[in-house]
């Protein structure tokens, strides 16, 4: 079985080290790869650095912050081209524990798409600000009613993908480029009638570095909504090119 944890970097150099070696010592042989975008605090340096002694850590860096969406997908095909069983996909602040991830590869021989839920019973968010609390719930809530969406986290960006999915999937179709990509995968996934799973898990709220979300990317998780909507009303007539996220 081979399994690759992917995750995107953008000035986590507080934080990026400490998840590589935690990743790398669980006991399920996991590979590792980081999509840097050019972190100007010098994430992308201490990665190669780390690299430079672990065959099983590979950075990839690209030249600029280019979102959250388009490093998921560089980082996945990099995990498909080199043989992926499972892929998985984290954030780099610590606020997604490794120690669950043996816990979803186990989910993952029952679905094809385990997601790590705040939402499942049992899971919980720890730490996070109110307004932040509120933020995440209103988004499931709305994606969840206007796309049919079952998963309870539709926003959660630990995942376990069976690489099965992923190739049956049209990566290059993906209109979204931010945090939204993580919906419309979604979205995409469940229309082709694939399983979806959900462990519980408890999420952290970063205790170092600064958040990436931004009104931008909230008011780009709102169009994506609207015009997955939209396009699941009327799937003949309404051309997913419609408009911009850039």
Do not use: W
């Not at 030249?63 to 499972?86: C, E, M, N, S």
């Not at 509120?134 to 993908?161: E, H, K």
Request: with cysteine.
């Amino acid at each position: 079985m081979k399994v690759f944890v992917i995750t995107p970097t953008y000035n986590e150099k507080e934080n990026i080290g400490n998840l590589v070696k935690k990743v790398l010592a669980l006991p399920v042989g996991a590979e590792v790869v980081v999509v840097d975008d050019n972190s100007p605090d010098g994430t992308g340096r201490l990665l190669d650095e780390l690299a430079a002694g672990e065959p099983r850590l590979h950075v990839i860096h690209r030249p600029g912050k280019l979102g959250l969406g388009t490093a998921h997908i560089a980082g996945l095909r990099y995990a498909l081209a080199r043989g992926a069983d499972f892929a998985v996909t984290m954030d780099a602040d610590l606020s997604h524990d490794p120690a669950y991830i043996p816990v979803m590869l186990e989910a993952a021989r029952s679905f094809d798409l385990v997601i790590g839920s705040r939402y499942a019973a049992g899971g919980a968010a720890v730490n996070s600000p109110g307004h932040r609390r509120a933020l995440s719930r209103g988004a499931n809530l709305f994606a969840r009613s206007v796309l049919g969406l079952r998963a309870g986290d539709c926003t959660a960006g630990f995942r376990c993908y069976n690489a099965a999915v992923l190739r049956a999937l049209d990566l290059d179709a993906i209109f979204s480029d931010g945090y939204s990509f993580l919906i419309e995968v979604l979205a995409e996934i469940q229309a082709r009638g694939f399983s979806i799973g959900e462990v519980p898990i408890k999420f952290i709220d970063r205790e170092m570095g600064a958040s990436k979300i931004s009104r931008s990317e909230i008011s780009k998780a709102l169009y994506t909504v609207l015009r997955l909507g939209l396009r699941r009303a009327v799937p003949a007539g309404f051309s997913r090119n419609t408009g911009t996220e850039k």
